[in-house]
T-cell receptor
Framework: KAGVTQTPRYLIKTRGQQVTLSCSPI?????VSWYQQTPGQGLQFLFEYFSETQRNKGNFPGRFSGRQFSNSRSEMNVSTLELGDSALYLC?????????????FGSGTQLSVL | QQQVKQSPQSLIVQKGGISIINCAYENTAFDYFPWYQQFPGKGPALLIA?????SEKKEGRFTISFNKSAKQFSLHIMDSQPGDSATYFC??????????FGAGTTVTVRA
């Protein structure tokens, strides 16, 4: 069974640009969560989608957005990039998070903002 | 504001020794406490998890001890091996899908 796939693996952008990251969950998994990982702040919850609906959102500015498609694949978008957005962005999938089922993380997209 | 406090930040243990990582939380609504293991270049992987109705859970060489009254939980890695060298994160959630993670502990096992 294939794991969570995130593309691209690495991205380099400049301030002010926007970026879209992609996540393909494990087959059959309907919930997709996004986390930001930085050395200073650790792992922080961005948002979670289930059946194309955002169920919850973390404490990030509106520049961070996401969506989920009918096949459960998800994308997150960051607009007007800032230097502080440099981080590893992790996607995780699960069958249904409502019962705290285990999360399966992808290897992440390493975003560098110059 | 970090909802889960983790210590130590790093530790070094000899092969065959015991690694102990501690976490503390404030939110009594938390009801699920997983531990994740992360290797460089990889995403975190679930290691073991516990709910507050049990005080200890063991899976192989990994044991979680849970103290509900103290709002603390810990991970013990018995007979530590070089392959256990990784960063370990404790986490907590309150019946939803949002995990609050600790800051992480880098474990180095020396052969």
């Amino acid at each position: 069974k294939a794991g969570v796939t995130q593309t691209p693996r690495y991205l380099i952008k400049t301030r002010g640009q926007q970026v879209t990251l992609s996540c393909s969950p494990i087959s059959g998994h309907r919930s997709v969560s996004w986390y930001q990982q930085t050395p200073g702040q650790g792992l922080q919850f961005l948002f979670e989608y289930f059946s194309e609906t955002q169920r919850n959102k973390g404490n990030f500015p509106g520049r961070f957005s996401g969506r989920q498609f009918s096949n459960s694949r998800s994308e997150m978008n960051v607009s007007t990039l800032e230097l502080g957005d440099s981080a590893l962005y992790l996607c995780a999938s699960s069958l249904d998070q409502s019962t705290n089922e285990k999360l399966f993380f992808g290897s992440g997209t390493q975003l560098s903002v110059l | 504001q970090q909802q889960v406090k983790q210590s130590p930040q790093s530790l070094i243990v000899q092969k065959g020794g015991i690694s102990i990582i501690n976490c503390a939380y404030e939110n009594t609504a938390f009801d699920y406490f997983p531990w994740y293991q992360q290797f460089p270049g990889k995403g975190p992987a679930l290691l073991i998890a516990i709910r507050p109705d049990v005080s200890e859970k063991k899976e192989g060489r990994f044991t979680i001890s849970f103290n509900k009254s103290a709002k603390q939980f810990s991970l013990h890695i018995m007979d530590s091996q070089p392959g256990d060298s990784a960063t370990y994160f404790c986490a907590a959630s309150r019946g939803d899908y949002k995990l609050s993670f600790g800051a992480g502990t880098t474990v180095t096992v020396r052969a």
